[in-house]
């Protein structure tokens, strides 16, 4: 069936431009929180419309996949809607988090998506440059939003994988930037995506003075930071206690991420805590109650769960709260 092109400022939705303007005059950072399901994002929208912050919600081409392109887009357009019921209306950007192709940019930018990320990360730099551009002409005729990324995280980022960081190189961000016209730039730093970002022993260190560096390059522009999730050790314990079998999970200490928020950084990406949350709360509820079998049992604590760890992030890491 031909689909219908959506434009985003149908469903209510705003592009990230404004937002990042205030976040990096104001040193902080908007959450950037993944979703695939309900209950992550009522618990999403529930927590920013309490502290009043502004929310990116992302959607990875894997949660397209899982969970359907065309439910995730009314699911959206829903949060916008509630956030009004429950009494303050926040700005919210739908973002597609790690685009890695054009046609999935557009496919997006066609289906109701303020924001897209080219994720070229893993091509040589001139074909980034290429790949990026070509996004960019496209979405800022419907002004949508671009993030781009220089450097390549260790760990896995969809389906490509690496062993070891490649950070950025301060010296190609100007370049990299006005070349392509990216309204955003994800860079490498040390972070990196999942619940295992150092080997035990290893110092918990992001390289902030890259960071610096780049600001310096390119002042006031807009930087990402992907694979900021912190990892509570008491969410690992939750897990641990209760079946499960997560050894030596570490994350960003939330000092690092807080320095980060109050200089360039202006989205900070989460994906694994929220995991982390789920897990341990229904983990917990079913061992504890082995004769549970309504899912909403275990997913309504989960959700509750959810909120207090987005709420925390928001209010005491990214610094978001009251600037909707
Ligand atoms: O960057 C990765 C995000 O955590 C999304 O993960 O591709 O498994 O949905 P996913
Ligand atoms: P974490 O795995 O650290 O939560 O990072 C998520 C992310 O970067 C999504 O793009
Ligand atoms: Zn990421």
New binding site residues.
Partial sequence: MQKKPVGYKELGLVNSRKLFEKAVTGGYAIPAY?F?NLEQLQAIVMACVETKSPVILQV????RNYANETLLRHLARGAVEYAEELGSPVPIVLHL??GDTFELCKDCIDSGFSSVMIDGSHLDYDENVALTRKVVEYAHTHDVTVEGELGVLAGI??EVSAETHTYTQPEEVEDFVSKTGVDSLAISIGTS?GAFKFKPGEDPKIRLDILEEIEQRIPGFPIVL?GSSSVPQDLVRTINEHGGKLKDAIGIGEDQLREAARSAVCKINI??DGRLAMTAAVRKVLDEHPEEFDPRKYLGPARDALKVLYMHKIRNVLGSDGKA
């Fill in positions: 993944n695939n990875s081409k894997g949660a988090d790690h980022e969809d995506h992907h994906d694994s």
